[in-house]
């Protein structure tokens, strides 16, 4: 049997096969990274678990970027995590961290945090990285990606990401 005697896939192009390697290497690196960012979420100091957060976001553009091949810019992927934080984000983040309301409270603060954090960590880490998964597979990189022009996909999929956080929540006892 020779090389050419080899199918290199079901449909027989061997682009497919490296599409579908690719996205499957990508979707689960968000997954982990999304359910990482999920646990951090449970630490009981609410700036610390943000800033771990938006590392573990940043860990996770620079991965995915080795995957599709695209020269890692630290910058601007802070730059693209921090505008959905601070534009894209702005309505999510305000009705989930009600519990910046309850600093006036000490005692309320890593309750209502603990409760929050996790399911925002989880969907935000989500959104981040399907918009970036979307943006390199069209050919995109960290110079030509524009949040600007994904503000509202940004949203479908932060729900999206909340969702698939409630989902996954362990059943309650």
């Not at 497919?16 to 999920?38: D, E, G, I, P, Q």
């Amino acid at each position: 049997m020779t090389a050419t005697d080899i199918p290199t896939t079901i449909d027989g192009t061997l682009e497919n096969v490296k599409h579908k390697y690719r996205m499957t290497r990508a979707n689960k690196l968000v997954r982990n990274h999304s359910v990482l960012s999920a646990a951090i979420g449970v630490v009981p100091i609410p700036p610390l678990a943000m800033v771990l957060i938006l590392s573990n976001n940043l860990k996770m553009l620079h991965k995915l970027s080795s995957i599709y091949g695209v020269k890692f810019r630290e910058d601007a992927g802070k730059a693209a995590i921090t505008s959905f934080l601070g534009g894209c984000g702005t309505v999510s983040i305000s009705g989930r961290l009600i519990w910046g309301l309850s600093t006036a409270i000490p005692v309320a603060a890593p309750v209502i945090s603990v409760v929050t954090i996790p399911a925002f960590g989880a969907a935000t880490t989500y959104a981040i990285g399907h918009l970036f998964i979307q943006h390199f597979e069209s050919g995109g990189t960290f110079l030509t990606f524009d949040p600007e022009k994904v503000r509202g996909h940004y949203a479908e999929l932060f729900a999206e990401g909340e969702k698939l956080a409630e989902d996954e929540k362990p059943a309650e006892a």
